[in-house]
């Protein structure tokens, strides 16, 4: 073939290429709640609050949510709104709120914010809470309450109790969320119920881990270190030892500062269970 009809062919190859590489270099649009399920919507005149989590549901115990805005008109989401949340449960003869985190941007996402909220209790059929959402864009305030239903989870993971210091606390499990055989990092939420509307974290204390199975003659594991608080996110951090599929009790003994012993007991031959415990079952 003559050269005068190779150098066309070559361009055209060139051209084509390049095309097909300009195509490539589109940018795709990220779906931020790809590995999410809905809870449900909040809706108002102007916006939609959209909730989620990782299982769908708000349940007893603690709660990672996810938060998304929209703007009903328009159909599109804010990226600069502040928002600020409050949980509240209906009781026959008062009303209480729950610990619950502040609300933050998600790194390297655009409109999705998130926290985190333990519900300590909840009625059989999940009614008696409600979530409020005080949140500004733009420099313009607005308000949101509906109704919410927190199913009770099938172990316990969270339990509220009265120090002997008579301080009411809630301590509610964290990880592991899927348990294996082996060294599992374990992480637990401490909070002291200050009044019905406030539950700080609880800070330097320890939590003093004992894993056993009652099924399996109560025995226990190898190789678990209690649980010490960690600044850097106001959770409590140990290694749970599990040997074996099945059901686990974690008997727990709550420590202050001094190393008074406030809640729980050692697990003896006539002590089969702490007082303060939760449970797992994998």
């Known amino acids: 073939m003559k050269l005068k009809y190779i150098l066309p062919i070559i361009c055209i190859v060139i051209l084509s290429m390049s095309c097909s590489t300009d195509d490539d270099d589109t940018p795709q649009t990220i779906d931020e709640i790809a590995e999410l399920k809905k809870?449900?919507?909040?809706?108002?005149?102007?916006h939609t609050i959209e909730l989620y989590s990782k299982s769908g549901v708000f349940k007893t115990g603690y709660n990672e949510v996810f938060i998304r805005i929209k703007n009903n008109t328009e159909q599109s989401y804010f990226?600069?709104?502040?928002?600020?949340?409050?949980?509240m449960m209906q009781m026959p003869s008062m009303l209480h709120s729950s610990p619950h985190s502040t609300i933050s941007k998600v790194s390297n996402k655009k409109t999705l914010y998130t926290g985190s909220v333990v519900y300590q209790m909840t009625n059989t059929d999940g009614s008696g809470w409600s979530l409020t959402l005080n949140y500004s864009i733009n420099g313009m305030e607005y308000s949101a309450t509906e109704t919410i239903n927190v199913m009770q989870s099938a172990k316990q993971n969270v339990t509220s109790f009265m120090g002997s210091d008579d301080t009411r606390y809630i301590i509610a499990l964290i990880e592991p969320l899927d348990p294996s055989i082996g060294i599992n990092d374990i992480t637990v939420g401490l909070y002291k119920m200050e009044s019905m509307m406030s539950f700080p974290v609880v800070e330097n204390y320890t939590i003093m881990l004992d894993p056993r199975m009652p099924g399996m003659g109560n025995h226990s594991s190898p190789n678990n270190t209690d649980l010490s608080f960690n600044s850097s996110d106001t959770m409590y951090h140990g290694d749970l030892s599990l040997t074996m599929t099945g059901y686990w009790v974690l008997n727990l003994k709550l420590l202050n500062t001094s190393d008074t012993v406030l809640k729980g007991e050692d697990v003896t031959e006539s002590n089969e269970k702490s007082s303060l415990y939760l449970e797992l079952e994998f």
């Open 39 to 46: 809870i449900q919507d909040i809706t108002t005149n102007e």
């Open 79 to 87: 990226e600069n709104a502040n928002i600020a949340w409050t949980p």
